[in-house]
């Protein structure tokens, strides 16, 4: 398996490098970091900018899916146990379509009214970027970010080109310092975006995959077990 990761600053490399490496002993692992030293067994790029971009994730993952001609695997470093990395780790998952991007979580947020769904006010956000693009269409479900595999198909290389082209575009609507009101809370009692905004731009980037791929008609599928494999 081809995984890809973004591991920046040294703390957090410290916390998630030795579970990474150990990942690398059995797959392919990309990371995109600033501190390659704590990645012996990762095949590394420098993440060069002093601010820090969730956007970076998706402009890395495309790119290495393009380079190796493969499907490849984002995972948050993070979300190592989280329950659908497992699934894969492990072999435990339904087998994936060629042509299917997978995720954990899908929200389906075209189930409901835009009066509803911009109750969430980073939601109001995507439907501003959906009109900035010019798509014929003003939502879109929602790919989750922590966890995404991107398949190799005659699709991949436009996709990356749309990401590349609206990254600007995503940092300057999910700002680095923005204080976000609404719902949905966190643990804070705020916004749960605030958590994101405390610490980079680009966040929301599953919204600008979510644009693409409903753009491009790209198959898109949650990670689910294989109950066959756990009986």
Known sequence: M?????????????????????????????????YPQYFKKCITSIYHRVDFSYFEK??????????????VTHFDANKLNHESFQLLINKDNQPFKSDTIYCAEIFFNEAYPLS??????????????????????????????????????QETPLLCKHILSVQHLWEKLYPQGKIWHGEPHDNTGTHESNKW?????????????????????????????????II
Do not use: M
């Open 2 to 34: 081809i995984l890809s990761t973004v591991c920046i600053g040294e703390d957090w490399c410290k916390e998630y490098s030795g579970n990474i490496n150990q990942l690398a002993s059995e797959h392919r692992v990309y990371v995109l970091t600033d």
């Open 58 to 71: 998706l402009t890395s993952l495309l790119k290495i899916c393009i380079n190796n001609k493969q499907r």
């Open 116 to 153: 509803v769904a911009h109750r969430n006010p980073t939601l109001a956000t995507l439907t501003e970027g959906i009109k900035e693009i010019g798509c014929d269409f003003d939502k879109c479900n929602y790919i989750d970010e922590k966890i995404i595999s991107i398949p190799y198909i």
């Open 197 to 229: 905004s405390k610490q980079g731009c680009g966040y929301g980037e599953g919204g600008a995959l979510s644009v693409f791929v409903k753009k491009l008609n790209i198959n898109k599928e949650i990670i689910r077990p294989n109950y066959k494999s």
